[in-house]
């Protein structure tokens, strides 16, 4: 062999020796680096100074079953759009302001985000710590109430008119989500969970949430506030007639503890959240599940069925906020307490099967759909108001 031949030959052996050595301390790399995510350590920062999204799809938008990747739009991020309060919940789309208005419920306002330059503004204060909000057909917005225990609607006029407070004589829980039909009727749950201090403020002394006496629910409230108001009625639904009448819909034995509602596109289906027992509750309570109803066209309600028990990969995604698509998709926001990378968004075909979610790194509390094209996905989550467009628009206006 030739001296030139013998040192190639010792570079090539040197060459695969080094290969080998690099090969054996870096495992070759099986597929796409993993982005940060609210799974991985430490969580993914969702703030304007957070690394961008570089991915053709976002990494917290889980495609379940394949039928999702006609819902969700490639190339775009979910965005923290706003962060600063104690408990968000309620988002409502105004279509002809193009703006967002949602609850921060402790903190007794109603906040504001303008589309056009994504300022944030104190939208009312006092809210009467609202809750769930809604915009109706006429565009007129109607709130649920947790510290007056009743439903609200705000005129095109500027005035205000109670739609109902009470039933059969009896002063409501504290209603909590509220949806608009196209007959002009209001259909809206009534849970406890207003009657807590940080929420609302308890019964007087006696009452279920406040059995001891030992709360004044005075303290802090106007004038009138808090000084006769005590539960009397079980966790219903009831729909308001555009007469102004007030029919029970869902007993408390159907649907224990109700919390978001929506209808399916067509309007023949109802669907019922029921979450866990609230202040004072002695009912049977929620065990965090969606039930489905079919609308007569009487307004009477059949077919009680259990829609989704909410177990995802054996975790519990206690359900909240409910909207539908106009495939007839269900979005649900998702409650996994400390089950991170499950709270955020669940979403299910008609059928009741998972085909999607969207992971948040808050335990989300409601969503809506809006956006000029209705085609945006606002995320009321804990703290902090999230938003990502979708390729599918929301059933409903508001």
């Not at 870096?26 to 982005?35: C, E, K, L, R, Y």
Request: aromatic share 10%; net charge neutral.
């Amino acid at each position: 062999m030739s001296r030139r031949a013998l040192v190639g030959a010792a570079g090539a052996a040197a060459a695969t020796l080094a290969a080998g050595k690099a090969f054996a301390q870096t495992p070759p790399q099986t597929g796409p680096v993993a982005p940060p995510s609210t799974v991985t350590t430490p969580p993914r920062d969702f703030s304007r100074s957070g690394a961008p999204t570089t991915y053709f799809t976002d990494p917290d938008i889980l495609t379940i079953d394949p039928s999702f990747n006609a819902l969700r739009q490639p190339n775009t991020p979910i965005q923290r759009l706003w962060t600063g309060a104690l408990w968000v919940e309620g988002p409502a789309w105004n279509s002809q302001g193009r703006y967002l208005v949602w609850s921060d419920i402790p903190n007794n306002r109603q906040l504001r985000w303008i589309e056009d330059d994504g300022r944030v503004t104190v939208f009312r204060s006092p809210s009467n710590n609202s809750n769930g909000n809604t915009f109706d057909f006429q565009g007129r917005q109607v709130s649920c109430e947790h510290l007056t225990r009743r439903v609200v609607r705000y005129e095109l006029d500027g005035s205000a008119t109670v739609l109902a407070d009470s039933f059969d004589g009896k002063k409501l829980n504290s209603p909590n989500d509220v949806v608009p039909h196209p007959d002009g009727s209001y259909w809206f749950t009534d849970p406890p969970y207003g009657g807590q201090l940080y929420e609302g403020t308890t019964d007087v002394a006696g009452g279920p949430s406040n059995m001891a006496g030992k709360i004044n629910p005075r303290l802090g409230q106007p004038p009138g506030i808090g000084t006769t108001a005590k539960r009397e009625l079980p966790t219903n639904c009831y729909r308001i007639d555009p007469s102004g009448r007030i029919d029970l819909v869902v007993t408390e034995e159907q649907v224990p503890d109700p919390n978001g509602l929506c209808f399916s596109p067509d309007y023949k289906t109802l669907y019922v959240a029921s979450t866990g027992k609230g202040p004072g509750d002695t009912g049977p309570g929620g065990k965090g599940e969606v039930y489905s109803f079919t609308v007569g066209s009487d307004n009477k309600l059949s077919d009680r069925k259990l829609f989704s028990d909410f177990m995802v990969d054996g975790i519990k995604c206690g359900p909240d906020g409910v909207r539908c698509d106009v495939y007839g998709n269900l979005w649900v926001s998702s409650n996994a307490g400390r089950s991170v990378g499950y709270s955020g968004v669940t979403v299910w075909n008609p059928e009741g099967k998972l085909i999607g979610r969207i992971r948040l790194p808050e335990v989300c509390g409601n969503i809506c759909f809006g956006g000029p094209k209705r085609n945006r996905l606002f995320m009321a989550a804990s703290q902090s108001l999230y938003a990502v467009y979708l390729a599918v628009q929301g059933a409903a206006p508001g």
